[in-house]
């Protein structure tokens, strides 16, 4: 298995270079604390722990796996303490409000901390990132009652968090939920129904799990207009957060999957368990959302640590392995073959890991900025403020959720294929990467439901509002670079790109106005067309960040000229692929749609 090695100097380039984060930390709330000198000393302790600690479990825990004993999750050996570890340090309070015990930190800390995390060992990760997404939840939906007696703990890391949504009936379509919670004479809810997929829903790393439970109250709506959210524990607490008799919900099973082997993926059983509302009645889809958000970019991120990991087990790979002489020339007549390396198809496949992973990364950063503020305006009461940005940020997640984790998967897959017939070997660990990415484009909404929720509700429901907010920004950027030299390439190119895309969405909504199949039968080109061009973006950015940073230096510095060469690569090899998506994606939905079903 690859060993993970934390990519600091990219991430410092993202940090310093391109966003200049500590002049926006100047701007937040708390972001002060985030000095030069602390970003530094997180950024290398998290890669310390990251690289010496769960790294080495990674591959070990994909081959044991989780144990289901007695309704109980036994995780793989080690890592448990890998956990009381990250407990004892503190990781676990990085960005959560001091008044909880947290260190109040940015968001944006606690993103670079998950991305660390997660490459090293996103089955690991899963646990403490499904906290995150609960914890998230109750700050922005729970009353000052359960703030006070699930957060402290849970910000510790004493507790751990789950969110319950699909069950056996249903998974995306959440207005077909059954589970009911019955009200009780004292205030609280009876909850009873099954629930399935559930990650880390039952564990050895805490003495208690927060469900987020997703439920109807008896005389509800229909669908989702009658779906409530619940505070479910594990354990019944009093008001202190002491712990008091066992609740009960149950897991009566976990699945066997092809992989995330070490984290545990179960069937929740609800029996009559006691649960607290969050939020108002039949509003829970909307508090939910906001655990939804979190995890879908927090997968997000397991897309770039796909393209990651996948890129650091190949690149050496590709160096040691001797294979024919090059097409140009020998390159290593001291060697009976050339290094792989020095072959085209070989360097296209490293080149784009390398550019997934990097441009995968500069879109999230990008993002966390945008939460950071999100934040800052919920603490200071701005709605106005907080909703435009949520707003500009809803219009992004559906593209780095499914697109990440679709150019992740490839990137695993090029991985495989780097290896030959040794990437097929479970030694290697290249195919853990592949069977591990494989569920970040399924889970948190499908690619093609992430592909209708950015079509259909964001840009064409949203009259293009945010689509256009985002294309302006994009024209900012190209208006302040259009005369500078070295960026003149590439701002032709972005300059065609954006032009297209606008008309293209005008031309896919007129045939919806017609058609209604059309946006199902665009919508996962068009989503892919458009994480194209935003990546592109972003590398141009990066670009420019490169050639700025290298004539401050004396001669070329090799880190910012691979930099713009893989920028280069990016808009010479990759962003071609938008030229076949423009034709599909504005196609009649006819061919999809007239084959009679008794014909399949």
């Not at 949520?390 to 992004?396: C, I, K, P, S």
């Not at 559906?398 to 294929?417: C, R, V, W």
């Not at 059309?518 to 973006?537: E, N, P």
Request: aromatic share 10%; proline share 4%.
């Amino acid at each position: 298995m690859p060993a993970y090695k934390a990519p600091l100097a990219d991430i410092r380039f993202l940090m310093n270079d391109v966003y200049d984060y500590q002049k926006h930390y100047q701007t937040i709330e708390g972001g002060s604390e985030a000095s030069t000198e602390v970003v530094d000393a997180i950024l290398e302790h998290c890669a310390k722990f990251c690289e010496n600690e769960l790294s080495p479990l990674n591959q070990s825990g994909d081959e044991e796996g989780c144990r289901f004993e007695d309704r109980s999750v036994i995780t793989p050996k080690g890592w448990k303490e890998a956990y009381q570890q990250y407990v004892k340090d503190g990781w676990q309070g990085l960005s959560a409000p001091v008044e909880f015990g947290g260190q109040g930190l940015p968001l944006s800390l606690g993103l670079i901390k998950s991305e660390m995390i997660g490459t090293a060992n996103w089955s690991w990760g899963m646990y403490p990132g499904l906290s995150q997404g609960a914890m998230n939840t109750i700050i922005m939906h729970g009353n000052d009652q359960q703030k006070n007696t699930y957060m402290p703990a849970m910000v510790e890391g004493r507790w751990a968090g789950t969110m319950c949504l699909t069950e056996p009936q249903c998974g995306t379509d959440l207005g077909q939920v059954k589970t009911k919670a019955e009200p009780n004479a004292d205030g609280s809810y009876s909850v009873t129904g099954t629930k399935i997929f559930i990650s880390s829903g039952e564990h050895d790393f805490t003495e208690n799990i927060i469900h987020i439970v997703l439920a109807r109250i008896p005389g509800s709506p229909e669908g989702t207009r009658g779906i409530s959210l619940f505070i479910v524990p594990k354990v019944n607490t009093n008001q202190e957060g002491c712990l008091l008799d066992r609740n009960p919900v149950f897991c009566d099973s976990i699945e066997k999957k092809m992989g995330i082997h070490g984290s545990s993926t179960c069937v929740m059983n609800f029996e009559g368990a006691k649960g607290y509302l969050i939020g108002d009645i039949n509003k829970g889809l909307n508090c939910m959302f906001t655990f939804m958000n979190t995890a879908r970019i927090g997968t997000s991120i397991q897309g770039i640590g796909s393209s990651e990991m996948a890129y650091q087990g190949s690149l050496p790979y590709a160096k040691d392995r001797i294979s024919m002489r090059s097409l140009s020339g020998t390159k290593q007549p001291e060697k009976v073959a050339d290094s792989l390396i020095v072959h085209p198809d070989v360097r296209r496949m490293l080149l784009t890991q390398k550019a997934f992973a990097e441009g995968g990364r500069a879109m999230v950063y990008d993002a966390a900025l945008t939460a950071d503020k999100m934040m800052d305006a919920h603490g200071r009461g701005d709605t106005q403020t907080y909703n435009k940005l949520d707003d500009e940020l809803g219009f992004l997640t559906p593209i780095l959720k499914a697109f990440l984790t679709e150019a992740g998967s490839e990137s695993a897959n090029l991985g495989m294929q780097i290896y030959g017939g040794h990437g097929f070997i479970k030694e290697w660990g290249m195919e853990q990467i592949v069977r591990d990415a494989r569920i970040s484009t399924l889970y948190e909404g499908t690619t093609g439901i992430q592909a209708l929720d950015l079509l259909g509700r964001k840009v064409l429901l949203g009259r293009l509002k945010t689509f256009n907010q985002f294309v302006d920004g994009v024209k900012a950027f190209i208006k302040v670079h259009n005369n500078k030299k070295e960026m003149k390439p590439m701002i032709k190119v972005l300059k065609r790109h954006l032009r297209q895309w606008k008309w293209s969405t005008i031309k896919i909504a007129m045939k919806a106005n017609k058609d209604r199949d059309v946006v199902g039968s665009a919508s996962v080109d068009y989503l892919m067309y458009s994480g194209y061009i935003v990546m592109a973006f972003y590398w141009a950015r990066m670009a420019d960040a490169a050639y700025t940073a290298n004539k401050k230096e004396e001669g070329i510095t090799p880190f910012y000229l691979s930099k713009i060469q893989t920028a280069e690569f990016y808009f010479d090899r990759i962003l071609p692929r938008t030229t076949s998506l423009r034709e599909t994606m504005v196609k009649s939905s006819k061919s999809l749609m007239a084959m009679p079903e008794a014909h399949f």
